[in-house]
Nanobody
């Protein structure tokens, strides 16, 4: 069994900052990669950023220069530091991870419960 718990969302003014965190727990052999998706009202879920176990990152063009993704070395934890937030960043942010529970199993997608980020002007 795998659980993913995320936190850090909230209401901020334009130009403000938030840091999201997500921790996976349970039966885990390997996690690679971990990432963050977001979904705005009336829009499809989109990839914001991802990071591999080795530290290679991918960041959406819309948030480059403002968002930073990081991964804690000894924990199954991923962060998303969001600076210079804008109203268009508003949405529900979901943590995602591909996890192998044992070395004999394939990777599967797991999702956090979602955390609301609201940016006011």
């Amino acid at each position: 069994q795998v659980q993913m718990v995320e936190s850090g969302g909230g209401l901020v003014q334009a130009g403000g900052s938030l840091r999201l965190s997500c921790t996976a727990s349970g039966s885990i052999f390997r996690i690679d990669p971990m990432g963050w998706y977001r979904q705005a009202p009336g829009k499809e879920r989109e990839l914001v950023a991802s990071i591999t176990q080795e530290g290679d990152t991918s960041i959406a063009n819309s948030v480059k220069g403002r968002f930073t993704i990081s991964r804690e070395n000894s924990r199954n934890r991923v962060y998303l530091q969001m600076n210079g937030l804008q109203p268009e960043d508003t949405g529900v942010y979901y943590c995602n991870a591909k996890i192998r529970q044992t070395k004999w199993q394939s990777f599967r997608d797991y999702w956090g419960q979602g955390t609301q980020v609201t940016v006011s002007s």
